[in-house]
């Protein structure tokens, strides 16, 4: 779940209550007039019960919003803290910041598989190319021991004869 987003959407609306309401000067609001019931805080986010606990536990824990009981219990936004953080944009920034490190988190995965990959596939082409090139060699070598044979045919055929040759002139004489 985004709970920052929410965090700062009950910020945004408990900011703009607050600053609509025509405030006199030394008078103290009420929470029910700058507020928001529980049940307008689940119907603004959406949700149920528990998840409205772990948004506004936040929220309340930083002193951003105080808790009001009247007929109904609610919350409403403190003015220094609450009004700063949501013009600061905190939980936007928590937010931006928590995909930041999931995308960091992710390329320090992403990265070394695919330097892997790209090291694998470089080495299996310079095998390739070695293989190749050996097969090249191999051809080489058999066609120059081919041709190597052939002059030994002739060169031997040439001492037989020279041989046979010299076996009929020394018989002759």
Avoid: C
Wanted: charged letters at 35%; a positive charge.
């Amino acid at each position: 779940m985004n709970y920052n987003k929410k965090r700062h959407l009950i910020l945004k609306v408990l900011t703009k209550k607050m600053l609509e309401y025509p405030k006199k000067k030394g008078e103290t609001i009420d929470g029910w007039l700058v507020g928001l019931t529980m049940d307008e805080v689940d119907s603004l986010l959406n949700s149920d019960k528990v998840e409205r606990h772990i948004i506004l536990s936040e929220l309340i824990k930083s002193e951003e919003i105080k808790i009001f009981n009247t007929e109904k219990q609610g919350v409403f936004i403190e003015p220094r803290i609450g009004i700063a953080a949501y013009s600061d944009e905190k939980y936007i920034r928590l937010n931006n910041d928590r995909i930041k490190r999931n995308i960091k988190d992710l390329l320090q995965i992403i990265i070394p598989v695919l330097s892997l990959i790209i090291a694998v596939l470089a080495l299996s082409i310079k095998v390739n190319s070695w293989n190749s090139e050996t097969e090249k060699e191999i051809d080489s070598l058999e066609k120059r021991i081919e041709f190597q044979k052939s002059r030994l045919d002739v060169f031997e055929k040439k001492n037989e004869r020279s041989d046979n040759q010299n076996a009929k002139d020394s018989l002759n004489q």
